[in-house]
């Protein structure tokens, strides 16, 4: 009998990404997944965060966040890239500042 357990389709060792087929229990659908290792990533904006001065305003061509590029499809997927006001909401909320550069609101 054939086993349904995730399968890997392609590693990249420069995307650092990985897909995976994974079929669903039935085995009549499956689905597509790819994970991507941003440690490093996540480690640098750390590092920026803390070293950032605090009493400086945000301003004109400021990068604010590095996005690993499986979030930011994630994220183009859902229409938030493509509007400001989204962008902001989704950098502003707690549970992403792990991509922000430094703290303080957009």
């Known amino acids: 009998m054939n086993?349904?357990?995730?399968?890997?389709?392609?590693?990249?060792?420069?995307?650092?990404t990985k897909e995976w087929f994974v079929p669903s229990?039935?085995?009549?659908?499956f689905t597509i997944v790819t994970e991507q290792f941003a440690?490093?990533?996540?480690?640098?904006n750390y590092e920026?965060?803390?070293e950032a001065d605090t009493h400086t305003r945000?301003?004109?061509?400021?990068l604010v966040a590095?996005?690993?590029?499986?979030?930011w499809m994630d994220l183009w997927r859902k229409g938030i890239i493509q509007s400001e006001t989204a962008l902001k909401k989704w950098l502003n909320a707690?549970?992403?500042?792990?991509?922000r550069r430094r703290f303080g609101r957009v």
Not at 25 to 29: N, R, S, W, Y
Not at 58 to 62: M, S
């Open 94 to 99: 707690a549970e992403n500042v792990v991509f």
């Open 66 to 71: 590095s996005l690993p590029p499986t979030v």
């Open 48 to 50: 920026l965060r803390k």
């Open 39 to 44: 440690d490093p990533l996540l480690a640098h």
């Open 3 to 16: 086993e349904m357990r995730p399968r890997l389709l392609s590693s990249d060792p420069y995307t650092m």
């Open 58 to 62: 945000w301003g004109e061509g400021q």
């Open 25 to 29: 229990v039935d085995g009549k659908e």
